[in-house]
């Protein structure tokens, strides 16, 4: 299901908002253009935000999963 | 500080007036998830939402007078965690309820992977939020300079307004 490769990978599990959008975003800032962040959440209310998230920051969404109880999210740096 | 670039990220301008532990979240939330969708941010803490920029943020909250507050215990089975407990008006006046109260918030919030108001403080530091802190308040209640976080300006209604009329989220909490 998960083929997608990760240069980066960040656990956000067992935060809650607003931690899993400012640790993404502080995560994606140390990775240069076309690397891909691999992002795993436990709050529910993350795969609405993420999408957001996304869509605000230009970082491309690759892939959202839900995976034994977690979001498994896929992001592109894009600058 | 207005927008001269047209290309500028959006903004936000949060006004925080109150100071209690439970409305200290809402402007901080708001504020670090909006820096992290890499918007401009500003936050002009004003009565008693200037004691947010003290050193410690020594919020407290009471269900006295907030009926709608949910009176939970942060330990024990789920069901007991989550049972709403009946604590009758007159004896939220007891002295030390508040801090009752405060800890068990504090500790239901930090539970449930909530982070503190002072961790969100920090990280809106560290994202670069503008936090103003109100000059008149400061004259009326006596707080000085050196009462407040090194991160926060000092300001007032001019300077958030002029913030504000290029915000395109603009809210009072």
């Given amino acids: ?79 | 500080m207005s927008k001269t670039d047209p290309d500028a990220p959006k903004r936000l301008a949060l006004i925080a007036s109150k100071g209690t532990l439970d409305w200290a979240y809402p402007p901080f939330i708001l504020a670090t998830a909006a820096a992290a969708m890499d918007w401009e941010v500003g936050v002009f803490f004003t009565f008693y939402g200037l004691t947010l920029l003290q050193h410690d943020i020594e919020a407290e909250v009471t269900p006295l007078g907030n009926p709608a507050m949910p009176m939970k215990m942060p330990f024990g089975p789920e069901g007991f965690q989550n049972f709403n407990w009946p604590i009758p008006q007159a004896a939220m006046s007891i002295p030390g309820f508040n801090s009752v109260a405060t800890g068990l918030m504090k500790q239901t919030f930090k539970n449930k992977g909530v982070a503190a108001v002072g961790e969100l403080r920090d990280v809106a530091v560290e994202l670069g939020v503008d936090l103003i802190g109100c000059q008149m308040t400061m004259d009326v209640f006596g707080f000085g300079r050196d009462d407040f976080i090194s991160g926060c300006e000092i300001g007032g209604a001019a300077t958030f307004l002029e913030y504000a009329a290029d915000a395109e989220v603009s809210l009072f909490v």
């Fill in chain 1, 1 to 79: 299901m998960n083929t997608i490769q990760a240069d980066s990978e960040l656990d956000c599990s067992g935060m809650l908002c607003p931690m899993p959008v400012v640790r993404t975003s502080q995560a994606i800032k140390k990775l240069e253009v076309g690397q891909v962040l691999k992002m795993i959440a436990t709050d529910p209310g993350a795969p609405p935000d993420m999408e957001a998230w996304s869509r605000q920051t230009g970082h491309e969404l690759l892939q959202s999963v839900e995976e034994d109880g977690a979001y498994v999210f896929h992001f592109r740096c894009t600058k």
